[in-house]
């Protein structure tokens, strides 16, 4: 799924037919002073960040003037709001309605269906379930079944044309832009009709090719390693690559810190919890299963392997179908290509796993790494514990610094990313095995 | 795989090869002529993601259920239109994103290889393909098989959901107890627990929940594994399964002991 912050969703409502407050996005002091000059005092100021219960966290002010704009801007730039650091604002002219109510649509489990929901009441801690109109979407959205739902929930006579159009836009904006979940809370009720002040949406990520403007998605890999690892996988299908980047690099090296890479998308779930259980973080989440190629795989070791923050890695399987022989030649790629050496514990299971192991000892016995290689008879809890076990080690041996590792960049190149900063992170093409993939270098 | 280890299937549709052989398999132009003309009481669907919609909804019109699908990364809207499709016609969809399901020497639908498999009696029900695995093989090295192994797939929005198949697992005779590999998400697991707390299931029932340590708000490979808040964590998830007297474990390798602890409700 991919969240989108408010004023996203806004600009997306707008495009639906809503009637959304004047606003501007901005990212300084100056520009929030121009804009509430512009829009007009009162304004709102409200940041755009992905949390819940922004108001209750002090990300949503009311000021008079645009000192009073510029002064609140000045406090929340930067700041934290629920945990998330704040970078932009969103300036809104002050709406004022009837009454504030709710309505979202979501998706809905046993069975699967989409659920439109409307109340009168709303704002912040208000209980979805508890909304007087809750009617199932079996199929498209009909204009007469939602106004039968609203006459039966006592709807007013003269808000019945209003709020139905408002709530088939709603339907309707939810199925084309393939949301689990679009809701808009409060919402006021003006002579012109219904008006969101506050916007939340979930879209799938699966069907980021299908929606009106897919560029609404790309803000969800902002870390250079994520992103990397969403551009191979846009070019080359055959299995998946999945990276999340669970703990920054600009937090900095730790000696509990180390990377993870996985097959399969529990297995990788399940190696989180095990090294977590032996006092290891976790920087990252990487999975490469389904039968990826040797390239994808080595992509994905290179980001994993890459990283400046780890002080070793866990490579883990479940007991897959997948040629593991296959796997290790691409780990073992991606691990060359950033010189890896550092302290890894290595567990193979499944197809090929014999083949797979023994090219890591070989590979472990070149360079000289302190390399564990085991099978399906440890399990992760004990895999990572070898890990935990192989850093004491390291540490009980080496007084100086922890990288005493080595860490080549020789085939590293360099080129502008997306945000303007040179990327460093290296890929693996494999032209001949890959004809659709995107060439060039895809990180930081 | 399925060929070489006596669990052939009865016919292949590809429209254009119709008349012509697999392995000795016979390919139909459609599923309603391998319907008329082969004893198919269900479908495995391996398409490619462009023609998944038109091949799924051939089977379901066909009539045939259950339907495997194994395709991943399957659009939200393609998939509510072919569960949807599937309910008004009567017919059970299994995924997407399933890896397939196995009745060890018996019956098997989807890329699992039986040799990884041990026939038993413990029914094994899983939102990840390789888990399932996994966890066949732990069970396997404890000494203990497995009836059938079921993997639901990883999607928010799937067919048949784990209380469903649980529910046929307490059907089944051949299954004494009921392992599960659960994940942060979705409501399925507490679904499940409210089956066991008001006693529409009945035999041991085993719990592993991976994600324990994956923070929130993150959206891992599974497209079901996300959580917002405190609602769905691996946490709160076996808090109230535990409380629903269901059994626990907080590694899926302790599961061979709580089975062999775990007794039916009411014995």
């Known amino acids: 799924m991919a969240r989108l912050l408010e004023h996203q969703v806004k600009d997306i409502l707008q495009g639906e037919g809503f009637i959304i407050p004047a606003r501007r996005l901005c990212h300084t002091p100056d520009e929030v002073r121009a804009a509430c000059v512009e829009l007009g005092a009162p304004v709102y100021v409200k940041a755009q960040v992905l949390a819940g219960d922004r108001a209750a966290g002090g990300g949503v002010r009311r000021c008079e003037s645009p000192d009073d704009a510029a002064a609140t801007a000045q406090a929340l730039l930067g700041s934290q709001v629920q945990g998330l650091t704040v970078d932009s604002l969103l300036v809104e002219s002050a709406t004022v309605g009837q009454w504030e109510g709710y309505a979202s649509v979501a998706l809905e489990e046993n069975p699967p269906r989409r659920v439109l929901r409307f109340s009168r009441t709303g704002g912040a801690g208000f209980d979805p379930s508890q909304a007087t109109v809750q009617l199932d979407l079996v199929d498209a959205v009909e204009a007469h079944r939602v106004r039968r739902a609203l006459v039966a929930a006592g709807t007013p006579s003269e808000e019945l044309v209003r709020l139905t159009d408002a709530l088939v836009r709603l339907a309707q904006a939810a199925e084309r832009w393939c949301a689990y979940t679009l809701e808009l809370n409060p919402i006021v009720l003006t002579d012109d009709g219904v008006v969101p002040l506050d916007a939340k949406a979930d879209l799938d990520d699966y069907s980021k090719a299908l929606i009106p403007d897919p560029s609404y998605m790309d803000h969800e890999e902002k870390d250079p390693r994520e992103l990397a690892a969403r551009v191979y996988q846009a070019g080359d299908h055959r299995g998946s690559l999945r990276y999340v980047q669970l703990i920054p690099e600009s937090e900095g090296f730790g000696a509990s810190r180390v990377a993870s890479h996985s097959v399969g998308g529990g297995e990788s779930m399940v190696v989180l919890d095990a090294l977590d259980s032996v006092g290891l973080h976790p920087t990252n989440y990487c999975d490469t299963s389904g039968s990826p190629s040797a390239a994808k795989v080595a992509t994905a070791a290179t980001l994993v392997a890459g990283q400046s923050h780890i002080s070793g890695l866990l490579f883990s399987t479940c007991i897959a179908n997948q040629p593991l022989s296959v796997t290790a030649e691409g780990l073992l790629e991606g691990w060359r290509t950033v010189g890896w050496t550092g302290p890894t514990v290595v567990r193979f299971a499944g197809n090929q796993a014999d083949q797979a192991r023994d090219m890591v000892r070989q590979w472990a016995a070149e360079v000289g790494a302190p390399v564990r290689v085991v099978g399906e008879e440890t399990d992760e809890w004990a895999a990572a514990q070898l890990l935990a076990d192989l850093l004491d080690e390291r540490r009980g041996s080496t007084s100086g610094s922890p990288h005493e590792f080595s860490r080549g960049r020789a085939n590293s190149r360099s080129c502008a990313g997306r945000h303007g900063r040179p990327w460093s992170i290296r890929c693996v093409d494999d032209d001949r095995s890959r004809p659709n993939a995107r060439r060039g270098c895809h990180a930081r | ?267």
């Open chain 2, 1 to 267: 795989m399925m060929i070489d280890h006596g669990l052939t299937p009865v016919a292949g549709v590809t429209p254009g090869k119709g008349g012509t052989l697999v392995s000795g398999v016979p390919v139909f132009d459609s599923v309603d002529a391998a319907v008329a003309s082969e004893a198919v009481n269900a479908s495995l669907v391996m398409v490619p993601a462009v023609g998944l919609r038109d091949a799924v909804l051939e089977a379901i019109e066909s009539g045939i259920s259950p339907i495997v699908l194994m395709v991943d990364g399957v659009p939200l809207g393609l998939s509510e239109e072919l569960l949807r499709a599937a309910r008004m016609h009567g017919v059970t969809i299994i995924g997407p994103n399933s890896p397939g399901l196995i009745t060890p020497g018996k019956c098997l639908l989807g890329a699992l290889h039986p040799a990884k498999f041990t026939a038993g009696d413990i029914a094994v029900i899983s939102r990840s393909g390789g888990m399932m695995s996994t966890i066949a093989y732990t069970l396997a090295s404890a000494g203990l098989g497995t009836s059938t192994c079921l993997g639901i797939g990883g999607d928010s929005v799937i067919g048949l959901d784990m209380p469903a198949a649980a529910l046929l697992a307490e059907q089944d005779p051949d299954s004494r107890a009921i392992v599960i590999f659960g994940e942060i998400g979705t409501t399925q697991e507490e679904r499940l627990g409210a089956l066991v707390r008001t006693g529409a299931i009945t035999k041991p029932v085993i719990v592993y929940i991976a994600g324990t340590a994956a923070p929130a708000g993150i959206r891992y490979s599974h497209a079901g594994a996300k959580t917002d808040g405190e609602s769905g964590t691996a946490l709160w998830k076996k808090k109230r399964l535990a409380e629903d007297g269901v059994i626990v474990v907080d590694r899926y390798v302790d599961i061979p002991a709580a089975l062999a602890s775990a007794s039916p409700k009411g014995a």
